[in-house]
Every structure is written in C-alpha cells, then in structure tokens.
C-alpha cells in the first residue's frame, strides 16, 4: 500500500486530503498537534476533525508531533516511511496572530517546512511533496494594480495606465498569475514567512532535484473549516449569519473581492500533480474569476438563503490587505488539462449553511 503524509491532518486542507487520498487507496499518516485551537481558541480546535476521520478511515493515524520538533520529526520519517507522497499544511495561518508572535509564527511556517523538506531528501526522496503557499507571498502589490470600483466589488481595470509597469504581466482578464512580482510590498509578517518557506520549496526541488509542488492558495474553504475571525474568511461570515453574531467589514466598502476553491479541488488538484510532478514549479490556486465574490455579494447570497448578516463598519481595512484578488489557473490547467473545478459557489454556500 502506497503511504502518505499529511501536515495539519486535522485543519481544512489537511483532513480533506486525508479522506481523498485514503478513498484512493493510500495509507494515510497525519501530523496534528491542534495548534489551531492554541492559536484560536475553542472555535479553531480541530480535533473533531480527527475523530472523524479515524471513525471513517480506521487505517488511518495521527502523530501529535510538532514541525518544530526535529529528533521526533525525523523520527517519524525514519520508522514510518518512506512516504511517496507528502502533503505539507500544517501553518500558523494569521498576520494579525504573526504580528504578535513573530518567533512563532517565522519558527513554524518557514523552519518547520525546512524541516519537512530536509527530511524528506534524507528519508523519502522520491516523494512528491506539495506545499501549501499563499497568495500573501505577493504581499500587497496586487493592491497597485488599477481598480475600478463597481456596484459591489472593486475590478480589475486593465486598461488603465499602471504606476508600476512591471506589475502588467502578473495580471490578466483571468486574474493573478504567477508572475506577479513578490517585491517591493507589504508582505505581513505572516507573508514574509510563508514567503520564505515557499523559495525553500522550490529551492528543494529545482536545486536537490526533488519533486516539489508549490501552491500559492488563495481562499481555501469548505464546510470542515474551523473557521475564526482572524482566518477562514467565508465559512466565518456564514456561521455569523447562522448565528446572528455581527461580522465586522474592514475597509474598502465591502466590495472586496476573493476567489472561492472548495477544499476537495484543492485536494484533486494536489492528485493531479502527484501523476506528473515537477520539480520545484509554483501555482496560483483558487476558483479564479468565475468562483469570484465580494462581501457586499456574499451578504446578498446570504439574503436569498433566508440568512441575515448583521454587519459593523469599519473605515480602516486590514495592512497589506487585498482589495481585489482571484487566481488565474491557466498554468496549473494547461500542465494538468483534466482538472477542473466541480464546485461553484452555490454548492460551497449550501454545504456550509447545512453544516
């Protein structure tokens, strides 16, 4: 049986890659300690998750093993594997929790993924390994590209004369691409380490040779989210309006925009790479244009569905905030033309507001 590892088994990206590659046959091992719920609080806790997963795929286990922690990391690669995939999620996920925690935060996304990676090359090096990125790598230069507001969301206004000339080629009608420059922005302290992490990644795969894929996510969701103010964008907004707790808009009218990908496409697409993997290539990921929507819309969707958001208003938006972001996919599509997305946002909204 072929085996698998997964970081951050029990957060959103994790625990759906669990169940996907278990329902593929593999035999899975996680790597959770619930941070999230350290870094969140009750609502981040994510050994529910876990249970779950254990009650469906009894094949499955899950180390409680901190990335941080190198001897019993290693340790791991060296009793359970070799692994010939490695899927790597786990993260402290939040600017403002890294801006507070800076040690922390650098010490888990950027030494923690070193960690996996190294021991990947000693111990599985003929492993695909797949990276969870983010779009926060290009820090707020998509900010500078020009923007025309409409009813509810800002755009993209490409026909506008660009302060920043270099910045035209990391945008189309279909949204960010992959060469949209990671310099002379706000990162976050967050992006900064994420940033880090992800040059290591490819430096693993185009220097060692190994296989190494690099995935720049944007909004990532589904209903398995334990979502919290600080991370889990959508899912959050929806357990407000089923709650009706108040959910604060910060900034910008509440017209911006993000691109919704549901985790099992996120899961799917990291499939697809395992058939062909590359060494050390970067992909945007997220539902591009056509799973696009602003929180002025999501509030209206809200509406239709019977649920009422109670929103607050604040002037000051988020530093280094995005006012419009969707990925374009057209590199990840043309090296893997099978893939497609399979859900829209009305089947991400239904499922979270059943849950």
């Keep these: 049986m072929i085996k698998a590892l997964v970081t951050g088994s029990g957060g959103l990206i994790g625990s759906e890659c669990v169940r996907f590659f278990s329902n593929k046959g593999f035999q899975v091992l996680g790597i959770d300690n619930n941070m999230r719920e350290h870094f969140f609080g009750e609502r981040g806790d994510t050994s529910g998750n876990i249970d779950s997963i254990m009650q469906d795929h009894p094949n499955f286990g899950n180390w409680g093993i901190d990335i ?3 001897p019993n990391l290693e340790k791991l690669f060296i009793d359970e594997g070799p692994f010939k995939l490695i899927i790597h999620t786990a993260a402290q996920p939040s600017h403002d929790w890294a801006a507070k925690n800076p040690f922390t935060d650098f010490d888990i996304n950027a030494g923690g993924t070193l960690n996996m990676l190294e021991f990947t090359r000693r111990h599985s090096p003929g492993a695909t390994f797949i990276f969870t990125s983010t779009n926060k790598v290009y820090g707020d230069a998509p900010n500078d590209i020009p923007l025309k507001e409409e009813g509810t969301r800002w755009e993209y206004d490409l026909e506008a004369n660009f302060n920043r000339p270099e910045l035209r ?13 990671l310099d002379r922005s706000i990162h976050s302290v967050f992006g900064a380490s994420k940033a880090a992490a992800d040059l290591m990644a490819q430096e693993y795969g185009i220097n060692f040779g190994l296989n190494v894929g690099v995935f720049r996510g944007g909004c990532l969701t589904g209903p398995q989210h334990s979502a919290v103010a600080l ?4 899912k959050y907004i929806v357990e407000c309006a089923k709650e009706g707790r108040e ?6 009218k509440g017209k911006q925009v993000r691109d919704q990908i549901h985790s099992w496409d996120v899961a799917n697409a990291f499939w697809h790479f395992h058939q062909d993997p590359k060494k050390g290539e970067v992909y945007n990921l997220g539902g591009g244009s056509e799973n696009a929507i602003s929180i002025l819309e999501t509030k209206r969707i809200l509406d239709t569905k019977g ?21 374009d996919m057209h590199k990840f599509r043309e090296d893997y033309p ?18």
């Design 338 to 355: 099978e893939w497609e997305i399979t859900k829209g946002l009305p089947n991400i909204f239904d499922e979270m507001i059943k849950t």
């Design 231 to 234: 991370h889990g964008y959508l």
């Design 307 to 327: 649920l009422t958001l109670n929103t607050k208003y604040s002037p000051d938006n988020r530093r280094g905030d995005h006012v419009c972001y969707y990925s």
């Design 247 to 252: 959910y604060t808009i910060f900034g910008y």
């Design 169 to 181: 080629i990391g945008v189309s009608k279909e949204g960010i691409n992959e060469q949209m420059t």
């Design 68 to 70: 941080r922690d190198r």
